[in-house]
């Protein structure tokens, strides 16, 4: 059973566009929800991350909006552009146990120029 | 800041035999993370250290595979009797304040085993 969910193998849009990636989760216990973006031959890094209390947290062209209710979340990268390809990681992580991150299976976000 | 240093960047091994992966964290992060990076399975957790001290190797596979921190400065994964289902990269990561919060990850070990 997935405890973090990314409905999205892959995913192009063209440059310019906004690339919405999507994210859910099983347990109501996560409280933190970072996003990793990985480039081929590199680990992971940290985008931008939200706390179950906000609903909305913006760095930039990326923003990430979360409902609470639902238990799901997405990252909407606006102005998309061809050095945004790379892999996106949805994770997650609940207070009680707060080394424990829990990774999505990503999604393989293509921009084309 | 070089951040965290893995090595070697590709191992390749026989089914068998004996394969050390090594971590430099960066310095003055109190924790060290390791996970395994596959196609199929994507990030799993292996095991975690903080101020040296092994917390949780929940994710770690029992009989063949260890995982040590001798000094702040570095931390090895061993995986003994190597299968080719051992195929992976390997993940290494630090923290400066002991949570997952922020992870910083090396650019892995690409364990292949023939």
């Known amino acids: 059973q997935q405890q973090v969910r990314q409905s999205s193998q892959s995913l192009t849009v063209w440059e310019g566009e906004t690339a919405i990636l999507n994210c859910s989760y099983e347990?109501?216990?996560?409280?933190?929800f970072p996003w990793y973006q990985q480039f081929p031959g590199e680990g992971p890094a940290l985008l931008i991350a939200?706390?179950?209390?906000?609903d909305k947290k913006e760095d930039g062209r990326f923003t990430i909006f979360f409902n609470k209710r639902e238990k799901n979340l997405s990252l909407h990268i606006k102005d998309s552009q061809p050095g945004d390809s790379a892999t996106y990681f949805c994770?997650?992580?609940?207070?009680?146990?707060?080394?424990?991150?829990?990774f999505g299976s990503g999604t393989q976000l293509t921009v084309m120029p | 800041n070089a951040g965290v240093i893995q090595t070697p960047r590709h191992k390749v091994t026989g089914k068998g035999q004996e394969a050390t992966l090594w971590c430099e964290p960066i310095?003055?992060?109190?924790?060290v993370f390791w996970y395994r990076q596959t196609i199929v399975q994507g990030l799993e957790f292996l095991t975690y250290?903080?101020?040296?001290?092994?917390?949780?190797d929940s994710g770690m596979p029992k009989e063949r595979f260890s995982a040590q921190m001798p000094n702040q400065s570095h931390s090895t994964l061993k995986i003994q009797s190597t299968q080719p289902q051992d195929s992976a990269v390997y993940l290494c990561?630090?923290?400066?304040?002991?949570?997952?919060?922020?992870?910083?990850f090396g650019s892995g070990t690409r364990l292949t085993v023939l």
């Open positions: 990561a630090s923290s400066l304040g002991g949570s997952a919060e922020t992870l910083y």
């Open positions: 347990n109501s216990a996560f409280d933190y």
């Open positions: 939200i706390r179950s209390v906000s």
């Open positions: 994770a997650a992580s609940a207070s009680s146990g707060s080394w424990q991150l829990i």
């Open positions: 310095s003055g992060h109190s924790a």
């Open positions: 250290f903080r101020n040296q001290a092994p917390i949780d």
